[in-house]
């Protein structure tokens, strides 16, 4: 068992799972954890220790795929940071998650283009994590800050070539059916598909920041 403090443990229930019980339990859905567009949320993430797995297997597949162009694999990694989503009520887990996660994505990437890496890519995926990475309560579904706002998860969906487009949802519609709207496919099947609080125009992966303000 690995933990910080006592005061922690009895207040909030904080235990951290072993590296050795996480790659194991990572490795039992090897192929979902492989393919970068797979979704992953941790509820009570932590410091990181099940996302950082699932990034750095993802990462190996961008590195098979694509590592010889410098543009697909850092869009790849864009799509790949932004499937992964985790909620902490510990401030301090949130940070270090995020940083975590940015340090993987970032030692990955200036390993391959060093010289040829982009300071805009880096930002990206630093504000993708902000948005990704939140901290908040997964029981009540709400921010932990004033107010107690809900929590608000950013879908980053590829669209074409080096275009992404962002919708913003509240995580009790992603989990609550009631909240989501019926759709029926052109060969007449059905399901539900939640309804974003927002859409973003689409925008090209270094700038995606950028289109916040837009």
């Known amino acids: 068992m690995q933990i910080k403090e006592r005061k922690r443990v009895e207040k909030y229930g904080e235990v951290f799972t072993s590296i050795r019980e996480v790659t194991e339990i990572i490795d039992m859905v090897e192929h979902e954890a492989s393919r970068i567009e797979s979704k992953f949320f941790e ?100 921010s932990v800050k004033n107010k107690k706002p809900p929590l608000v998860f950013s879908e980053w969906a590829p669209i074409n070539e080096s275009y992404i487009k962002r919708r913003d949802y509240t995580l009790s519609s992603l989990l609550d059916n009631s909240e989501m709207n019926k759709v029926v496919s052109d060969e007449g099947s059905s399901y539900f598909m939640s309804v974003p609080i927002k859409e973003f125009k689409k925008t090209h992966y270094l700038d995606i920041p950028l289109n916040e303000y837009c």
């Open 43 to 142: 509820p009570t993430c932590g410091n990181g220790n099940f996302l950082a797995e699932v990034l750095a297997k993802k990462i190996k597949t961008i590195e098979k795929k694509y590592i010889r162009n410098q543009i697909d694999y850092e869009r790849s990694l864009i799509i790949a940071t932004g499937s992964l989503y985790g909620i902490d009520i510990l401030k301090d887990n949130v940070i270090e998650c995020r940083a975590r996660l940015e340090k993987i994505c970032h030692n990955a990437y200036t390993k391959q283009y060093k010289q040829k890496s982009k300071q805009k890519f880096k930002i990206a995926i630093e504000y993708i994590l902000s948005k990704n990475i939140l901290w908040g309560d997964a029981l009540t579904l709400k």
